[in-house]
T-cell receptor
């Protein structure tokens, strides 16, 4: 069983450019999460999908950020007009649909490291 | 609001020493889950353990052991006979339930450096 995958692993962009990241969750995991991690900090929740529905967005997710999960499988996170403060690691996680502990345990991908110059 | 505190920013030990990573949490929920994740230099968060709030039994897995005490709101992690490969940042996390789903609140992490 393959784990969560993310693409690209690294992205360097200039301020003002748009970037898009992709996350492929563990197959059959219907729950998908995006987190952001800045240097020296723990990951912070950005948004959550159950199947294709985006059910929660953090206040950290400004209007320049948009996430989609069109067919309930992979997800994309787009940042428009990037700013230097967007430089961070963007982590994706997924969890299973089974009630109880299965739903609670999130498995993370390797992350996408974004540097905005 | 939920909160996880990892007071130890960085710990350095010599190989074969035992080391304990502290985690203190705050929550108003009566049902919750606690987690430990390992983040090696490659960046991927690796799941280590999950513990629900009704299960205060300590757990041992090889060189790893966890001590959960609801009375002190702590969930500490001990590595016995540390190895260089244990060098990583370790995060404690608390699940927060929101109408049928959970998001994780992480501590700031403890960087563990094990030298030969």
């Amino acid at each position: 069983d393959t784990g969560v995958s993310q693409d690209p692993r690294h992205k360097i962009t200039k301020r003002g450019q748009n970037v898009t990241f992709r996350c492929d969750p563990i197959s059959e995991h219907n729950r998908l999460y995006w987190y952001r991690q800045t240097l020296g900090q723990g990951p912070e929740f950005l948004t959550y999908f159950q199947n294709e529905a985006q059910l929660e967005k953090s206040r950290l997710l400004s209007d320049r950020f948009s996430a989609e999960r069109p067919k309930g499988s992979f997800s994309t996170l787009e940042i428009q007009r990037t700013e230097q403060g967007d430089s961070a690691m963007y982590l994706c996680a997924s969890s299973s649909p089974f009630p109880g502990e299965g739903q609670e345990t999130q498995y993370f991908g390797p992350g996408t490291r974004l540097l905005v110059l | 609001a939920q909160k996880v505190t990892q007071a130890q920013t960085e710990i350095s030990v010599v190989e074969k020493e035992d080391v304990t990573l502290d985690c203190v949490y705050e929550t108003r929920d009566t049902t919750y889950y606690l987690f430990w994740y390992k983040q090696p230099p490659s960046g991927e968060l690796v799941f280590l353990i999950r513990r629900n709030s009704f299960d205060e039994q300590n757990e041992i897995s090889g060189r790893y052991s966890w001590n959960f005490q609801k009375s002190t709101s702590s969930f500490n992690f001990t590595i016995t006979a540390s190895q260089v490969v244990d060098s990583a940042v370790y995060f404690c996390a608390l699940s927060e339930r929101n109408s049928g789903y959970s998001t994780l609140t992480f501590g700031k992490g403890t960087m563990l450096l094990v030298s030969p």
